[in-house]
């Protein structure tokens, strides 16, 4: 368990840091020390539609996100389960090997911080609990997958009380800090039922994208989470692993 972020300046701390951050990333200096445990399935799919298809994801993000100068995306779900963090690292990986993006993973599922523990070789390395909580600074819990330009945040360990480490000035302060040195901020973030934390967070990015499990998720459970977020911000639904049957049951 993770104690709660002691009260105060933490915010403060994170905001005065930013010249030296700025320093640290124009030199280049985030250190190359992340690898992959898994490979991803847009790396390891022979077909090409896979690709293709986060592809399209991005194109149309893109459109929205320079329209309304959004770069912090959540990515999120109805329920656990839906592929919301597959699909945050699918496109993330895509926009920045592909597309030329410097992007940044923040793991900001903190109940069930999967990235941590299924796809990086974290070794001893700070995460964003550390940031929000004044044990680690921004910086040097930030790093970068070899050969790429693919940044991650990753939580670290799970937190108990994740709605209150996510409603705090630490992680505004990280979010408001990021937004300068990243093309795009892809947040992978927890579902939005039941808890509380997704509530939270949808007011503190520019936008989100909600992931739907073709087949699996009962449409009442998809019109209560999109009913739930702040309309404003909505930037679409991934219906994952769906066909055109599946497609024609989600209209609604």
Avoid at 11 to 25: S, V
Avoid at 128 to 141: E, N, Q, Y
Avoid at 152 to 174: K, T
């Amino acid at each position: 368990m993770v104690a709660s972020p002691p009260p105060g300046g933490r915010g403060a701390a994170i905001a005065e840091e930013k010249d030296a951050f700025e320093e640290y990333n124009e030199t280049g200096m985030f250190m190359d020390r992340l690898g992959l445990k898994q490979r991803l399935a847009i790396m390891e799919s022979s077909d090409p539609m896979v690709a293709e298809r986060y592809r399209i994801l991005f194109t149309r993000l893109e459109q929205l996100s320079l329209k309304h100068s959004y770069k912090t995306i959540a990515v999120t779900s109805a329920i656990k389960g839906e592929g919301k963090t597959v699909t945050s690292l699918n496109l993330s990986w895509l926009m920045a090997t592909e597309f030329g993006k410097k992007v940044l993973v923040i793991e900001n599922d903190l109940r069930n911080p999967s990235i941590s523990s299924s796809y990086l070789n974290m070794g001893r390395l700070s995460g964003l609990i550390d940031v929000i909580k004044g044990d680690a600074d921004l910086r040097s819990a930030i790093n970068r997958l070899e050969d790429t330009s693919l940044y991650f945040l990753p939580a670290r360990a799970s937190a108990r009380n994740s709605s209150v480490l996510i409603d705090s000035q630490g992680m505004r302060s990280v979010l408001d800090n990021v937004k300068a040195h990243f093309d795009y901020v892809i947040v992978d973030s927890p579902p939005i039922l039941p808890l509380v934390d997704m509530n939270i967070l949808s007011r503190m990015v520019d936008g989100l994208v909600l992931v739907v499990k073709a087949g699996s998720t009962p449409k009442d459970m998809v019109k209560k989470a999109v009913g739930s977020l702040p309309g404003k911000n909505l930037m679409g639904v991934v219906l994952n692993g769906a066909d055109e049957i599946h497609m024609k049951k989600y209209y609604y």
